[in-house]
């Protein structure tokens, strides 16, 4: 079929002629208004096609009219919504509708709504229109928002990481492609190959005097080199674990520039096509994360990777970069944009654990920035999870230790991952030798006592035992996420404060001053528990009854017992909740939900340190969350820790708006009890007036300014402090009261201040008088018990007996 030539026309040429508009083939009718052309001869007549058949029957002109007529001059455009023909000889010359075809408003055909675009409103001038208007004309746009847009890609929109320049692949190309000595190592065993020797320079090529196996570190691909017939070698680039890694341009799609990486150092034909065949599922691997694998090939025996060319800079370069610049010394990453950059790169490990695939290789190498993107390269170490055969490539100061016996799991990926984190983020001497498995004490180690959380989040990522660290990438993500908000939130002193739910830990009920057990966070139900559905019906408020019914169900889990551990805490009865938590943590000893309610067992009974110990081991499960370090605050306050507790405090006031409140009352009862009352006040504020703790707040600010003696801004500041409760009768008139005798004690002793306020009354000695004796009547309606005494102290304060 052919397109039909009709202008505006859309349709094919089927048995002569087209299947929408009719007309023949090979007749152009004329859209202008001038003579028409000629007239075409008529072709023979044909039987007319489904789609022919269509048009006449909706209104159109008969075929055969349309096929032996002549184009006339245009009378008026066709009526017809979104057709472009005009009307000849009372027809349309495109759809062959005749001019009062089109619907009308009350036209049963028309369409059953009629939708009124936007655009018939007026509009304010923006743009062109706007620099216009007043006869000058901008030259540029000088603003924009676009960054606001996309520049939080990386960093979970909490914190903004300065995106990285795109680079030239062609500058990327090393001149001199040679290995440094100090990084010549035998590919076999290890051992240190290559070396000068007095005046004689390091041999390139040669033989290991260990293992005696065959070293070469010269490349063995050249500008100019046609790999497999299609890649064209521009260079090296880069120097890897399994040799040079190469620049080339794919010369049967579109000259694109694409990475040769080498697969095998190995001579041997059959040995190099056998782990190109086994590494062919590379090339199903596809995820925005992770770069993408287009070939393998072989030349002159040995194998290579065709990988994506992803221009941009690699962590380790930037740490190279940020080195320089501070003089040479060690300059880590902020601590907020390490994270960011794990925190974008985990998606891509999930998706590889999905697929069974193991990473092996993580480092700061292996991750490179893009603009405000990152993609993980060298999937040369990538391997499947059930794969016993295979060499394991992984680098020194970040494999598990369990990867030499054991092999290669998710959680050794997990390791590796917490190793680059604290590379990223921390100068840590000794992590490939004296630390390799292991991390330095906090105490000896600043940045850890300064990152609590972050340390305890890399402490069971690199868990001596694999069991004991992270069982996904996704539980690794909910809590760094977490970190990172504890991060941002101490950057800015908390003025960027947001509130995200947690999926483990309901917000804390705590309404005022105090905070209990049963004021802490709940734990949120698993929804995946085989008995979640049935516990979801259970809904009896006495707790006896609840037990009774919880002892009934279908099905023994850990969500029952859990819910059975409740009760029994509201009941008292901690012997049971002990014979649950142990029932509990005998299926599963990773089960913290069963410690946290040992937890909430040892602080309803006020053992203090049993409390302690339990939430702090639950703090180190679930690092990035906040209800086990309220908890661990709370305990520890009572318990004589009043340092941590104070930490602990100000780690939840600043991070998340539904721990404010108990978190602000925690730190002002740490400060009030050592007599700091200043900060006590200040820890208040923080309460908001949005709060149902806010009044009580409020009270308790007024009494430590009392406290703090009285000086007449302190005592203003009381004054407002007690209207802002909303307090009414006889507490709000003691207060009134208590606080006007402090400041006529306090004009009396230093002298009137006109300028300064108490409340409504001026500092001077008159006004004070009368306010104060305002207060003692109100107070007398109030107080039956003192009502004589208190209108003599207002009567004697009268202006009559003060003249």
């Keep these: 079929m052919t397109a039909c030539a009709q202008p505006g026309c859309s349709g094919q040429i089927e048995d002569g002629y087209c299947n929408v508009c009719g007309m023949p083939a090979g007749q152009l009718v004329s859209t202008s208004s001038t003579a028409p052309p000629a007239p075409a001869p008529t072709p023979a007549p044909s039987a007319p096609t489904t789609q022919s058949v269509a048009v006449a029957a909706a209104g159109g002109m008969p075929l055969q009219a349309v096929a032996g007529s002549r184009p006339s001059a245009a009378s008026g455009r066709c009526p017809m919504p979104g057709c472009g023909g005009e009307i000849r000889d009372g027809y349309c010359d495109i759809c062959g509708s005749p001019p009062d075809a089109a619907p009308g408003p009350d036209d049963d055909a028309a369409l059953s709504t009629v939708t009124r675009g936007s655009s018939r409103l007026g509009s304010t001038a923006l743009g062109t229109q706007r620099a216009t208007s007043d006869g000058t004309r901008a030259t540029r746009r000088i603003g924009g928002h676009a960054h606001r847009m996309r520049g939080n890609r990386i960093g979970a929109g909490l914190t903004r990481v300065p995106p990285a320049p795109a680079t030239d692949p062609a500058r990327a190309v090393l001149r001199t492609p040679v290995v440094p000595e ?31 196996n065959p070293f070469s570190f010269e490349p063995k691909l050249v500008k100019g080199d046609l790999i497999a017939g299609q890649y064209e070698v521009a260079g090296c680039l880069a120097h890897g674990g399994m040799g040079w890694i190469y620049l080339a341009r794919d010369r049967n799609v579109s000259d694109r520039w694409v990475v040769l990486k080498g697969l095998l150092n190995s001579g041997d034909s059959d040995a190099t096509a056998a782990a190109i065949a086994e590494q062919r599922f590379l090339a199903q691997v596809t995820h925005p994360l992770i770069v993408e694998i287009y070939n393998f090939v072989s030349h002159e025996g040995a194998g290579y990777i065709v990988m994506e060319y992803v221009g941009g800079r690699s962590l380790k370069q930037l740490l190279k970069d940020r080195m320089t610049a501070n003089g040479g010394e060690y300059d880590p990453l902020p601590v907020d944009q390490a994270i960011a950059y794990i925190l974008e790169a985990l998606p891509g490990f999930a998706y590889l654990h999905d697929q069974g695939l193991i990473y092996c290789d993580f480092k700061p190498d292996n991750v490179i920035q893009v603009g405000d993107a990152i993609k993980l390269i060298d999937l040369g170490g990538v391997r499947r999870s059930d794969d016993q055969e295979s060499a394991i490539y992984g680098t020194v100061g970040y494999q598990a230790p369990e990867v030499a016996t054991m092999g290669v799991s998710v959680q050794s990926d997990i390791f590796t991952i917490g190793r680059t984190l604290m590379v990223l983020c921390a100068e840590f001497r000794g992590y490939q030798s004296t630390y390799e498995f292991t991390f330095p004490a906090p105490d000896s180690t600043p940045f850890f006592e300064q990152n609590d959380s972050l340390y305890r989040l890399l402490l069971r990522c690199c868990a001596a035992d694999p069991t004991d660290r992270f069982t996904s990438v996704d539980e690794l993500r909910v809590q760094l996420l977490g970190v990172l908000r504890e991060t941002v939130a101490r950057r800015t002193r908390g003025t960027v404060l947001t509130s995200a739910a947690s999926v483990l830990f309901e917000p804390p009920t705590a309404l005022g001053h105090t905070i209990e057990w049963d004021d802490l966070p709940e734990l949120r139900p698993d929804t995946a528990d085989p008995q979640h559905a049935w516990l979801s019906n259970i809904d009896i408020e006495d707790p006896q009854q609840r037990l009774d019914a919880l002892y009934r169900a279908p099905g023994r889990s850990p969500e029952t017992l859990l819910a059975r551990a409740v009760a029994c805490l509201e009941l008292g009865r901690r012997n049971i ?184 009354h001026p500092a001077t000695e008159q006004a004070l008088r009368q306010g104060l004796e305002q207060a003692y009547r109100t107070l007398a309606r109030h107080d039956p018990t003192r009502r004589v005494e208190l209108i003599d102290r207002a009567n004697r304060l009268r202006k009559w007996s003060f003249l």
């Design 577 to 760: 909740v002990d014979e649950i938590v142990a029932e509990m943590l005998r299926d599963d000893p990773w089960e913290w939900r069963a410690v946290w309610m040992q937890g909430l067992a040892a602080l309803r009974m006020g053992d203090w340190p049993a409390a302690q110990s339990a939430f702090n081991a639950v703090y180190g499960q679930v690092p990035g969350e906040l209800a086990p370090k309220l908890a661990l605050a709370v305990a520890c306050e009572r318990g004589d820790e009043p340092a941590l507790a104070e930490s602990l405090y100000a780690t939840c006031v600043a991070t998340d708006a539904n721990y404010v409140a108990p978190a602000a009352f925690g730190l002002a009862r740490i400060r009030a009890q050592r007599g700091d009352l200043e900060s006590a006040v200040t820890a208040l504020d923080l309460v908001p007036p949005t709060s149902r703790g806010y009044a009580e707040s409020r009270l308790l600010r007024a009494r430590h300014l009392l406290s703090l003696g009285s000086k007449l801004k302190n005592l203003d500041d009381a004054m407002k402090s007690v209207a802002a409760t909303g307090l009414q009768g006889r507490g709000s008139a003691e207060f009134t009261t208590t606080i006007l005798e402090r400041a006529l004690q306090e004009v009396r002793r230093s002298g009137p201040r006109p300028n300064l306020t108490v409340g409504d």
């Design 182 to 212: 100090h990084k010549r190592n035998c590919p076999s065993c290890g051992a240190a190959v290559g070396r000068s020797r007095g005046d004689q320079p390091g041999r390139t090529t040669g033989f290991c005097a260990k293992c005696r």
